[in-house]
């Protein structure tokens, strides 16, 4: 039996382990890079540079058809990637008369910047600027935007509430809309905790066992790659678990015609919330709205053995 001294004792230590966390939590904060003030500001696009709203320079990589061009997509990357995700596909699409554009947004690739993170907001803006830079070069050329994983939720948020986006449609690939709200409590609370305790500290995936694609000779090359980040700082993630709670919410804002591309064997972005997010969209919009499920694919669809099926199914969806 437990003595009522001892009892007392062992709520006085849970006071004090439950007042530890909240010290800690409240003791520092995640070291995110503030964006300049534009002050001055002269967007553009300059050879293999995007300037953005504030001066911050961007490295950018472009993919034209040797014929006339019908179309042009704006290409974002996922997390911890960069432009060159896409150059596979690009050929595709340039075989099909589709322009590609794709800049690294800034935190990743080769900007200044590079690992840390700048803001949801920062995220937004910078595409915000360039699909007004692309408009001023292709007035009467259809612009799509495509953004794969952490870049379909800066698409979901650059497009939400807007009856005008300035766009002819999304293209989202395995979106990451990965809200809190669908995460196991755990993990939200061990996030949140190192975020606010230890912010600079950086983890890899090694102990993590899973399966991003199927290409393993892709997979092998971007391991090679020193501009794909391999040790992610933890107010990082905790960045992009913010970006991906935004998206998720602003899921009934989404009026813009779009295509969102999911892989079955997905073991980064869980199917709920998949699922979730696309039932949340606009119901007036829902003829303009599709999803498609790959069987085999994973989660880096334009990348996967079965690649082409995936660029075919965009390509065909843009012609329509």
């Not at 075989?95 to 200044?112: L, S």
């Not at 939400?160 to 999304?170: F, H, I, K, Q, T």
């Not at 079955?264 to 997010?277: L, N, V």
């Not at 075919?312 to 969806?317: A, E, G, N, R």
Request: net charge neutral; glycine share 8%.
């Amino acid at each position: 039996m437990i003595s009522p001294r001892f009892h007392n004792k062992s709520v006085y230590t849970d006071g004090l382990f439950h007042l530890s966390v909240l010290v800690m939590l409240t003791a520092c904060s995640p070291e995110f890079i503030t964006p300049a003030i534009a002050t001055g500001s002269s967007p553009g696009i300059s050879g293999p540079v995007f300037t953005s709203y504030d001066n911050t320079q961007l490295p950018l990589k472009v993919w034209k058809p040797a014929d006339e061009t019908a179309g042009v997509i704006i290409a974002l990357h996922g997390f911890n990637d960069y432009s060159n995700f896409i150059k596979a596909a690009a050929q595709s699409f340039n075989n099909n008369r589709i322009a590609v554009y794709a800049y690294d947004q800034r935190g990743f690739g080769g900007t200044k910047t590079r690992g840390r993170w700048s803001g949801s907001q920062a995220l937004v803006d910078d595409l915000i600027t360039f699909l007004a830079q692309l408009k001023i070069r292709y007035p009467d050329t259809p612009l799509f935007i495509l953004g794969d994983s952490m870049g379909g939720a800066v698409t979901i948020l650059a497009m939400a509430g807007r009856d005008d986006p300035g766009v002819e449609g999304l293209i989202l690939v395995a979106p990451a809309v990965w809200s809190r709200s669908k995460m196991p409590w755990y993990q939200k609370f061990f996030l949140s905790l190192a975020a606010h305790t230890i912010p600079w500290v950086k983890v890899t995936g090694e102990s993590i066992h899973i399966k991003p694609s199927d290409n393993l000779e892709m997979l092998k090359d971007l391991g090679k790659d020193p501009l794909v980040i391999k040790e992610t700082r933890i107010d990082a993630l905790y960045g992009l678990a913010n970006l991906m709670d935004k998206a998720y919410e602003h899921a009934d804002r989404l009026k813009t015609r779009l295509l969102l591309l999911y892989g079955e064997k997905d073991e980064i972005i869980p199917r709920a919330p998949i699922f979730s997010f696309y039932e949340n969209l606009p119901a007036g919009s829902r003829g303009q709205q599709r999803m498609i499920l790959y069987e085999n694919g994973y989660h880096m669809l334009l990348r996967d053995l079965q690649a082409e099926i995936v660029l075919q199914d965009i390509v065909q969806w843009i012609d329509e």
